[in-house]
């Protein structure tokens, strides 16, 4: 049988299947620069994919077979897909209608949705517990799930042991020939298998978090499969579930919010406009292993002055390089971004499209769905406190937690430490009913964010404490010497001073060990962008760099987004909340989310919050406000 290019179709697939469920052989395929002898199952995925180039009037090659023959999952189709789209965007840009180009791809996705729906049924996989129960009785797997998970030895021990295991099982049942009966063998060579809840089925589910994200140092040896050893799993998993039900409520509530904030603020980004604005300021941006991905399609400007993209293809030239970025920060278009501040990511945008609001959502919904995914698998990762190097001049880690310096204690030392009131949970009178059998947790009575030094001089030195939401507590040592020199304390409005003359060594702080949670990373992100981060960078590039790392660490999306993210937050001073043009990257201002909304336009204010008190506020009458996108909505 010949395929030709009049055959390649989804018609031709509804009729080759409705002669034949099970077609097999070989079949030619007449491309227009050769002929291809290809398997009649492969030729079926592909014909709707080549249909795309023949109703765009485009050349089908030899080149444009996207797959191989083998189990297909979910991220293949979409791998072809993005292929097949980067292959027209790159190749024939210039020679098709965008429009027609993304309907193209739309319907063949469609197209290839419905096959896999009603004409493969017959192929559809399934398994039974039986089929589970074969693999995990199988000798070559048995060593493997049976793991020591001995909370005595710590949880950096028991996260190593679970991700041994997990490579181990992964490794095993993606090794076809390898075990008896393994019914996982095609979900996993099809990567549909999702391999960090698969051992969780199989092996343990290991250690667990509380809601605050305190790892518990009590594993669950049990599995799904095998089910809770005794009841102490059974509470420890308890708490587990606890927090899918917080983050699917509270956490979701959170990151929306702040989602809800940041489309606010970035609509004053409307669109792209058409061409070059002009500007000659670039940021310059270091690409690095982490970035260089999420920076393809930036224009980049050499030393000549040319203006070229970063691509797939050449990325890699400029890792570990610092690269002249045209950016949406410094376009002349203050209420939008030119085609070439924005970079090939303009190809793919919708024309007419809010692309503040868009970039808005894609940070969002990347986020939202992580903090979902926590009700499908929750893990630990955990975090490790580290002692910011401010506060590294004075105290150090030891065996039982933090101590201060030998060159700070003695009899004859004579300094202060200053210990904030709201960081002490209760009151200073509750130091009387502390004793050695602490009947609560130490943790429980502060959580130190910093503190401060008093010398003998009377200067005082504030030392921050707090490390990426992480902070540690007093230990129940410290908590008696400042019972034993209750008498010596010094307490003002706000603070706390215990005088250290004659301290010995002892722990001073203690942190427990937390998980690397994405509450965490979402706390994160607002606070750079809404507590005052942002307002004390002056560095547009600087600014940038730091938030994009940041955002990095656990979103996948375009730079450009973070850069519309970053202009939204630009004023032009104090008293003028307008987005500037920038002239000097390096002397920029940024401000707070909400004092923006609030200040910016009207509109923007009312779709915010706090109605009565900006109805009640006087600047509100007296002073302009620029126009903004939801003026409309309030007959502005």
């Known amino acids: 049988m010949i395929i030709t290019k009049d055959m390649m179709n989804y018609k031709t697939v509804n009729e080759i299947i409705q002669k034949d469920r099970f077609p097999v052989g070989w079949v030619t395929v007449r491309f227009d620069d050769k002929d291809v002898d290809l398997p009649i199952q492969l030729v079926l995925i592909l ?21 191989k023959v083998g189990p297909f999952g979910k991220s293949t189709f979409v791998k072809m897909l993005t292929e097949v789209y980067l292959d027209i965007l790159e190749n024939y840009n210039d020679k ?4 027609e180009f993304i309907e193209e791809i739309w319907q063949t996705a469609n197209h290839i949705n419905d096959f896999g729906i009603f004409q493969l049924n017959e192929h559809h996989c399934g398994m ?62 099809a990567g549909v298998l999702n391999s960090k809840q698969i051992p969780q089925v199989m092996i343990a589910f290991g250690l667990r978090t509380e809601v605050s994200d305190k790892v518990i140092g ?45 489309h606010i603020l970035c609509c004053y980004i409307e669109k792209i406009y058409e061409g070059d604005c002009g500007t000659q300021v670039t940021l310059p941006f270091e690409i690095t292993a982490a970035n260089c991905k999420k920076c393809i399609g930036k224009n980049i400007v050499d030393d000549n002055g040319n203006i070229f993209p970063l691509t797939r293809y050449n990325i890699d030239d400029y890792i570990d390089k610092t690269v002249n970025m045209r950016s949406a920060i410094t376009c002349r278009h203050t209420n939008g971004v030119c085609e070439v501040c924005a970079g090939l990511i303009h190809k793919n945008l919708v024309p007419g499209m809010n692309i503040g609001i868009n970039s808005a959502a894609n940070f969002v919904a990347n986020v939202s769905q992580m903090i979902l995914s926590t009700k499908h698998f929750n893990s630990t ?4 406190y580290q002692i910011p190097y401010p506060a590294s001049k004075y105290i150090e880690k030891g065996s039982a937690g933090f101590y201060f310096k030998p060159n700070l204690l003695g009899d004859n030392i004579k300094w202060s430490m200053g210990i904030s009131l709201s960081d002490i ?68 409005p706000d603070c706390v001073w215990i005088p250290m003359n004659g301290c010995k060594r002892i722990p001073i ?31 547009a590039s600087k600014a940038l760099f730091d938030f994009s790392n940041l955002v990095f660490d656990k979103v996948f999306v375009n730079i ?38 609030s200040n910016r336009t009207i509109s923007g204010a009312l779709s915010l919050q706090g109605h009565r008190k900006f109805f009640a506020n006087s600047k509100t009458y007296t002073t302009p406000h620029e126009s903004g996108p939801f003026d409309n909505y309030y007959d502005l």
């Not at 014909?47 to 797959?67: A, C, M, R, T």
């Not at 190593?160 to 020939?177: H, L, P, S, V």
């Not at 990762?381 to 490790?384: A, D, E, H, R, V």
């Open 47 to 67: 014909l709707p994919v080549w249909e795309i180039y023949i109703n765009l009037n485009l050349p089908v090659l030899s080149k444009h077979i996207y797959l």
């Open 96 to 99: 098709i209608s965008r429009s």
């Open 128 to 189: 039974s517990l039986v089929d589970l129960c074969k693999i995990y009785l199988d000798p070559l797997i048995q060593p493997i799930v049976n793991v020591d998970l001995d909370e005595t030895k710590g949880t950096v021990y028991i996260e190593r042991t679970m991700e041994n295991a997990n490579a181990n099982f992964i490794k095993a049942i993606g090794t076809r020939g390898l075990l008896k009966d393994n019914i996982l063998l095609e979900y996993q060579e």
């Open 218 to 262: 009590l594993p669950v040896t049990g599995s799904s499969l095998t089910g809770m050893k005794d009841i102490c799993e059974l509470a420890v998993e308890h708490q587990a579930a606890r927090k899918s039900v917080y983050y699917n409520k509270e956490a979701i509530r959170k990151s929306q919010y702040s989602g809800r904030k940041w």
């Open 381 to 384: 990762k955990s975090q490790l």
């Open 425 to 492: 949970r209760g009151n200073i009178t509750d130091l009387h009913h502390i004793t050695e059998e602490l009947p609560i947790p130490e943790e429980r009575y502060s959580e130190l964010v910093s503190f401060y030094i008093k010398t003998e001089h009377g200067e005082i030195i504030e030392i921050p404490l707090s490390v990426e939401g992480q902070s540690p507590f007093l230990t129940i040592e410290f908590l008696l010497y400042m019972k034993s020199r209750y008498n010596d304390l010094e307490v003002t």
């Open 509 to 539: 702080m203690r942190t427990t060990i937390v998980n690397d949670s994405m509450m965490g990373y979402v706390n994160l992100i607002t606070d750079f962008v809404e507590s005052g981060k942002l307002t004390k960078y002056k560095d």
């Open 560 to 597: 450009f987004h973070v850069e519309v993210m970053l202009k939204a937050h630009l004023v032009t001073n104090k008293n003028n909340w307008s987005i500037p043009i920038v002239e000097d990257p390096t002397n920029v201002t940024f401000s707070k989310t909400v004092k923006i909304i």
